[in-house]
C-alpha cells in the first residue's frame, strides 16, 4: 500500500512540474502567466482531492468486508463451541448413567 501512495505522489508532483515548467516556457504574460499556473494548481489539487477520497472509500469498504468476515468468523466459533459444549454434556451424561448402571 505504501509503494502505491509513493507512486501516485510521485506522479502528481511530476504532472505538476511538468505543467508549471511548460507553462513558464511558454510564450504569455506574466499576469497570464500567473493565472494559468494557479488554475493548473488548482486542477492538481482538485484531481489530488478526489484520488484521496476514493482512497478513502475503498479503505472504507476494505474495512467493512473485513468486519463482516470477523463477524461471520465469530459466529462459526461460537457455533462450534456450542456444538463442542452439547457433546461433552452427551458423554458426561452417558458416563454418569453408565456409572449409575453399574451400582
Given at each position: 500500500m505504501k509503494d502505491n501512495t509513493k507512486?501516485?505522489?510521485?506522479?502528481?508532483?511530476?504532472?505538476?512540474?511538468?505543467?508549471v515548467?511548460?507553462?513558464?516556457?511558454?510564450?504569455?504574460?506574466?499576469?497570464?502567466l500567473?493565472?494559468?499556473?494557479?488554475?493548473?494548481?488548482e486542477?492538481?489539487?482538485?484531481?489530488?482531492?478526489?484520488?484521496i477520497n476514493?482512497?478513502?472509500?475503498?479503505?472504507?469498504?476494505?474495512?467493512d468486508k473485513a468486519m463482516e468476515k470477523a463477524d461471520g468468523l465469530k459466529s462459526m466459533v461460537q457455533?462450534?463451541?456450542e456444538n463442542y459444549k452439547g457433546k461433552a454434556k452427551n458423554v458426561a451424561n452417558a458416563h454418569t448413567n453408565g456409572s449409575?448402571?453399574?451400582?
Open positions: 507512486i501516485l505522489s510521485a506522479l502528481v508532483l511530476g504532472a505538476a512540474a511538468g505543467a515548467l511548460g507553462l513558464l516556457f511558454a510564450p504569455s504574460k506574466g499576469s497570464e500567473r493565472q494559468q499556473i494557479k488554475d493548473n494548481a486542477d492538481i489539487i482538485d484531481e489530488l482531492a478526489e484520488k476514493e482512497g478513502k472509500e475503498t479503505l472504507s469498504n476494505l474495512k457455533d462450534e463451541v449409575n448402571l453399574n451400582n
